[in-house]
């Protein structure tokens, strides 16, 4: 089955850039979706089909998708983006969704 | 605005059957393809399944296969899901999700969750 990497924890200090990152064997050719998840609550959709953002997720998030590796990245962390970010595809080969493990993001 | 409203938690001894359900509105029910999604104490997000627009047809993860069954009525814009043979592993929050009118897109929105916990 496929298997989507993340790095456990990333730290940065507020106004500094944070990048997340997602590790798949040729992600760049799959759509890849992200979700923040803070403490307590329901995970939301923070970027689809590695770039696109939903309305009302700021600008300083953004994402790509290429090779091995897609990314989001917050331009400019404040801390109300502390929280866990997951990585999402779906597999065609196996018809199933898959997550990564997560990533906890701390804002120093 | 689209909103996923689930049912209370639940207590449940190993062995017995859950069933959650999440009641949709905002947005035309029968349009969209939902999944749900589950997350163990402390761990990662793990999808379950899927069900179409329809309520005919369904695609559940291997590892839960044969032991969970998704449905949906239209009628009432409610989805469900059953999970069977319980066992202390399975404890965990089970949110539900709206898909698009694709099956392969992204979930948005979810619902607040409901903790399943197994306990004899």
């Known amino acids: 089955s496929y298997v989507l990497t993340q790095p456990p924890s990333v730290s940065v200090a507020p106004g500094m850039p944070a990048r997340i990152t997602c590790g798949g064997n040729?992600?760049?050719?799959?759509?890849v979706h992200w979700y923040q998840q803070k403490p307590g609550q329901a995970p939301v959709l923070v970027m689809y089909y590695d770039r696109d953002r939903p309305s009302g997720i700021p600008e300083r998030f953004s994402g790509s998708n290429s090779g091995n590796t897609a990314t989001l990245t917050i331009s400019r962390v404040e801390a109300g983006d502390e929280a866990d970010y997951y990585c999402?595809?779906?597999?065609?080969?196996?018809?199933?969704?898959?997550f990564g493990g997560g990533t906890k993001l701390t804002v120093l | 605005q689209v909103q996923l409203v689930q049912s209370g938690a639940e207590v449940k001894k190993p062995g017995s059957s859950v069933k959650v359900s999440c009641k949709a509105s905002g947005y035309t029910f029968s349009s969209y393809y939902m999944h749900w999604v589950r997350q163990a104490p402390g761990q990662g997000l793990e999808w379950m399944g899927i069900i179409d627009p329809s309520g005919t047809s369904t695609n559940y993860a291997q590892k839960f296969k044969g032991r969970v069954t998704v449905t949906r009525d239209t009628s009432t814009s409610t989805l469900y899901m059953e999970l069977s043979s319980l066992r202390s592993e399975d404890t965990a929050v089970y949110y539900c999700a709206r898909g698009t009118a694709s099956p392969i897109d992204w979930f948005d929105p979810w619902g607040q969750g409901t903790l399943v916990t197994v306990s004899s």
């Open positions: 999402q595809v779906w597999d065609s080969s196996s018809d199933q969704w898959v």
């Open positions: 040729n992600i760049g050719s799959k759509s």
